[in-house]
């Protein structure tokens, strides 16, 4: 199953915006621990404007589970949040993850 394409992108979004950026969000285990899935999924999907509203919302607060399916998870956690800030424009340098 693949994570890129809009349709997916936008069912994503949808799906954080009824979870994790909903108001009434609360920042316990779970929570946190959907927030790192959700990173995964849009840095996966390359959705990388909604990825980027995800590191601001767990303040470093990392699961290393989630992460751990793309490689390292203190690293992988830089990577999504250095590259989503690079495609959105917040940063220069390459665009695109060789991965």
């Keep these: ?22 108001p ?28 980027h509203r995800v590191p601001m919302l767990l303040r470093g607060r990392y699961c290393s589970r989630p992460m751990a399916y793309l490689g390292n998870p203190g690293r992988m956690n830089r990577k999504a949040e250095i590259l989503t800030a690079r495609e959105m424009g917040l940063m220069k340098g390459p665009t695109r993850s060789r991965r």
Aim: charged share 25%.
């Design 1 to 22: 199953m693949s994570l890129e394409g809009p349709e997916v992108g936008t069912e994503l979004r949808e799906a954080a915006e009824r979870s994790i950026f909903h």
């Design 24 to 51: 009434d969000f609360v920042e316990d285990i779970d929570g946190l621990a959907a927030a790192n899935r959700f990173m995964v999924a849009f840095y996966g999907g390359h959705h990388y404007a909604d990825c």
